[in-house]
């Protein structure tokens, strides 16, 4: 297999790791490239025209793929952002207010107050739920054509207002298609570089996975606002050139239909891609050209577009077109942990203190979870932590990993106090954790999904990822390194290509594993990972937690099998309705009455 | 202009908090907001005129059959845009298939009513200036539905089934509560109050393709901040919405109104997420 063939060269050079698939993603890009610049060649200004607005539109688009596509929020009301950096863009460059601008320099402006407003229209989503983000979207996209109506000394009002003029070579129908055509490509590429980053699968992990996104470590206002910018700020450009290409604007030309247009060019590209909702945008701009009778109904044409795409083909043209994943897996495969990789991954982790829980208390509403727990984890150390369903113990593991907010109680790792209710907070200091259901991205690679793990290791920052400056490719080179090594270690590397959702249940745990091993954690949180497993596979997971434990984490385990837990445990603390019942090495457990009474059985 | 206020305020307003109450009825049976709660009432307006101005119906015939109609949309709703995504409702797919649904009836009444506002008929001919029926028909509207509702809701079994269903889905299930007819039921009963609230302002907001946005994002308002499923909270969110929205119109005009009620609705949810009576959410790990 390929992927095994990638790996084999791993320690050697960094030549190896480059992702072989780059250049076959590029092709169709490259495709309509040609055929873009090839369209000259044909001599219709008409056709100019549409090229040219689809390009501006695609401009729009690839920002907005960011956060509809990635994020997955649902910003529907974006041609808000659109006219306002028409609007923006016009006035500056038509002098209604100031002295007039250059064409270039209004065009500048515009993205300035695009991004600023990027932001405002997107900070309902940091709180808000999904559907009134999207309520809140389509609210302001009311306002803004209101406000462009009412306001008539600078925006004309309903008479409209001119748009700029671009200076030669762009003043020609042609040049200002090569000119809109220079910044679709562009736009392309830094949004394809946020995608290939730990950015973008940590926009995915936010839209599939977000509990998981926050114990790893991603911050999601952080990043949703670098989005925001960077998207209101190319809509608003997007808007400039819009006006350029209409010469007139009025607050007419930002009908509902186009943010429509925008949003259903993404859902039937597909998510989480880039080459779909670019197929998307060129199709639904010629739509209403070639069936120019039907202009009455293009609105109901997209409405029912959405529709089939919605209840028939959820994954749109990005999953027409994602051959790989059809392919079968190969199907008696076993996981095979390796923990030699073991020692290469976790190396260079300072040591930690002990991790210590002091008499926490955790209540709700009546029912005391927790009440009054001592626990305390040392490092390299295999700590159980067992007891009847409803003990407390997964709330404990929550508790630690900042999800529940404990009334009483304090929690250090070492000398550094934990603060509560922050669990993106956890991983920085290196604890990680998995989940009693996986939590797992199913449209992304296995791979991808274990990079995750280790977003919080990347230097590059959010502008460096944009432009491809040398420390992003860093970053990704190390990422990739470190995840297909915790992949080695689990035993899942024969898999790192594949669709996460194609994978067994049991392979996701170890999957799981693999993400949390990227942080080269000091203490690891496992939530019942023998769940589901065979006797086999239960084998080699205690066998793997060991020797995890020996590399000088901590691991606090929850678990319900005994024999395991009696088997690679150093310590083991019982619960029973919320209280330590006992604490001590698994043979003192193993005779301790009233454990014996309380959950092992007679 | 109190009094203007007063009267105008209190009737949007109550159609506003009948929106909200479409809006949680269909939320309470399926987990699922929809985009079709505005246009119910549009076509509450435009069934009406149809019938009445149009074929000349009495309005004994005219209201049942817009209140039939409505009803019968929510039910094809709730087959075409609701039960396909159920399985899947964390994914949100229902924002986008219930948005699909309501641009359909959109434009399906553009094309075949027309984009002009056309008159509503008088219905009962009754009172006049402040106390003309355009103004306290929706708000006696409101009233009769919230008391219906809560009639229905405690003290028949259909509705106590409602209640199950909306309590805990798979609770209901296990009862036996055949809950899928429930759901059902529960969009037909959500088309008729959307198209009550369309009707009985049908005066006011006259009969227009275009009011369906616009009653879908003011009737969302008041459920937004009464919080979600709570219909008293809908009711008093609407009113207060209908006030404060004919005030600042009466006052500072109509941009600046509705760049003030927007602007109001974001700062009070970001501050409040859940809405003012509504409960917080529950527990996600």
Redesign the interface.
């Known amino acids: 297999m390929d992927a095994a063939k990638d790996h084999l060269a791993l320690p050697g050079g960094r030549a190896a790791l480059r992702p072989q698939a780059l250049p076959t993603a590029l092709l169709p890009f490259l495709g309509l490239l040609a055929l873009a610049l090839l369209l000259p060649l044909t001599g219709n200004e008409y056709w100019a025209m549409i090229a040219t607005r689809a390009a501006i539109y695609w401009v729009l688009v690839a920002g907005l793929n960011l956060i509809v596509g990635f994020a ?1 929020q ?1 910003a ?1 009301g974006y041609v808000a952002l659109l006219t306002l950096g028409a609007y923006t863009t016009s006035v500056l460059a038509t002098g209604n207010v100031l002295p007039p601008l250059p064409a270039f320099a209004a065009l500048g402006c515009a993205a300035v107050v695009g991004a600023v407003f990027g932001v405002v229209v997107g ?2 989503a940091l ?6 983000f ?3 979207t ?3 996209a ?2 803004v054509t ?2 462009a ?2 306001w008539q000394d600078v925006t004309g009002g309903g008479i409209g207002i001119t748009g700029p003029q671009m200076p030669a070579p762009f003043d020609t129908a042609w040049g200002f298609y090569y000119f809109c055509l220079g910044i679709a490509v562009l736009c392309t590429w830094a949004t394809g570089n946020i995608a290939r980053s730990r950015f973008g699968r940590a926009l995915i992990a936010i839209r599939d996975a ?2 998981a996104a926050e114990a790893t470590g991603i911050s999601k206002p952080a990043l949703l606002v670098s989005v925001f910018i960077f998207a209101g700020a190319m809509a608003a450009v997007a808007g400039g050139l819009f006006a350029g290409l209409q010469t007139y604007i009025t607050p007419e030309a930002f009908t ?1 239909e186009l943010s ?1 247009l925008f949003f259903i060019a993404i ?1 039937i590209g597909g998510r989480g891609s880039i080459l779909g909702p670019l197929l998307g945008t060129i199709l639904l701009t010629l739509l209403p050209e070639i069936a120019a009778p039907l202009a ?2 293009s ?2 044409l ?3 577009l ?2 089939v795409i ?2 028939a083909m ?1 994954g749109g043209i990005a999953a027409l077109l994602d051959f790989a994943s059809r392919r079968p897996l190969p199907a008696n495969r076993a996981i095979l942990p390796r923990p030699a990789a073991l020692e290469t991954l976790m190396r260079r982790r300072p040591a930690p203190g002990r991790l210590r829980l002091d008499n926490i208390m955790l209540a709700f509403g009546g029912v005391r979870a927790i009440d009054g727990v001592d626990l305390e984890v040392a490092p390299g150390e295999v700590h159980g932590l067992i007891g009847p369903n409803g003990s407390g113990k997964t709330t404990t593991l ?1 508790v630690v990993s900042g ?2 907010q404990p009334q009483q109680g304090r929690m250090t790792l070492g000398d550094d106090p934990l603060v509560s209710g922050r669990p993106q907070a956890r991983a920085a200091f290196g604890i990680a954790r998995t ?1 009693q259901t996986p939590r797992i991205i199913g449209e992304a690679t296995v791979l991808q999904n274990v990079m995750i793990g280790g977003t919080i290791d990347g230097r590059a920052t959010f502008l460096e990822t944009l432009l491809a400056l040398p420390r992003h490719h860093r970053d990704e080179r190390h990422l990739e390194q470190a995840a297909r090594l915790a992949l080695e270690a689990v035993g899942l590397e024969m898999l790192a290509s594949a669709r996460a959702d194609r994978l067994q249940h049991s392979e996701l745990r170890f999957v799981e594993i693999a993400r949390a091993l990227m942080l080269r954690p000091a203490y690891l949180l496992l939530d019942e990972p023998a769940a589901g497993l065979s006797s086999e596979e239960i084998k080699r997971l205690g066998s793997l937690i060991q020797a995890i434990s020996r590399q000088g984490t901590g691991v606090l385990l929850v678990e319900h099998h005994a024999d395991l837990i009696f088997d690679i445990c150093d310590h083991v603390t019982v619960l029973n309705l919320g209280r330590v019942l006992a604490s001590g090495t698994p043979a003192e457990i193993r005779v301790h009455k009233e454990v014996v009474s309380a959950y092992l059985g007679a | 202009m109190l009094a203007s206020i007063l009267a105008s305020g209190l009737a949007v307003g109550a159609v506003y908090a009948l929106i909200g109450i479409t809006y949680n009825t269909m939320f309470a049976t399926s987990r699922v ?1 929809s985009f079709t709660a505005g246009q119910l009432g549009m076509l509450g307006g435009v069934l009406g005129s149809l019938f009445m101005l149009e074929l000349d119906l009495p309005l004994v015939l005219a209201l049942p059959l817009t209140l039939a109609a409505c009803a019968l949309i929510g039910v094809a709703t709730e087959f ?2 609701v039960r ?2 159920l399985k899947s409702l964390d ?3 229902y ?3 219930t ?3 309501a ?2 009836i959109q ?2 009444t553009a ?1 075949g009513w027309g984009t002009e506002p056309r008159p509503f008929p008088r219905l009962l001919d009754l009172g006049s200036g402040m106390g003309d029926e355009k103004y306290w028909l929706p708000v006696a509207t409101c009233a009769v539905t919230i008391f219906g509702l809560e009639y229905l809701y405690r003290r028949t079994l259909v509705g106590r089934a409602f209640i199950a269903v909306a309590e805990d889905n798979f609770a209901a299930c296990a009862l036996g509560l055949p809950e899928r007819n429930l759901r059902i039921a529960s969009y037909a009963l959500a088309g008729a109050v959307g198209a009550l609230a369309g009707f009985s302002g049908g005066q006011l907001l006259l009969a227009f393709f275009a009011n369906g ?1 616009l009653l ?2 003011y009737g ?1 308002i008041p459920v ?1 901040l009464g919080g979600l499923g709570n219909n008293r909270g809908a009711v008093i969110g609407g009113l207060a919405l209908g006030l404060f929205q004919q005030a600042a119109n009466f006052t500072v005009g ?2 600046f109104s ?2 003030m009620v ?1 602007t109001m ?2 700062a009070i ?2 501050v409040a ?1 859940q809405g003012l009576f509504g409960s917080p959410s529950t527990r ?2």
Request: glycine content about 4%; hydrophobic content about 65%; cysteine-free.
């Open positions: 997955g649902l529907i900070l309902p709180r808000l739920r999904t559907f009134y999207a309520m809140t389509l609210g302001f009311t306002i209101q406000i109506l009412a977000e509990v509902f429509l859902l009455a109904w609105t109901f997209y409405a029912v959405l529709l919605v209840l959820p929550n999800y529940y989940f | 907001m075409v845009a396909p995504v994914q949100h797919l924002v986008l298939s948005l699909a649904v641009l359909i434009q399906l094309l946005p879908n994002f969302f937004a109509g941009i509705s760049v927007f609705f974001i949810l970001l997420p996600r790990v």
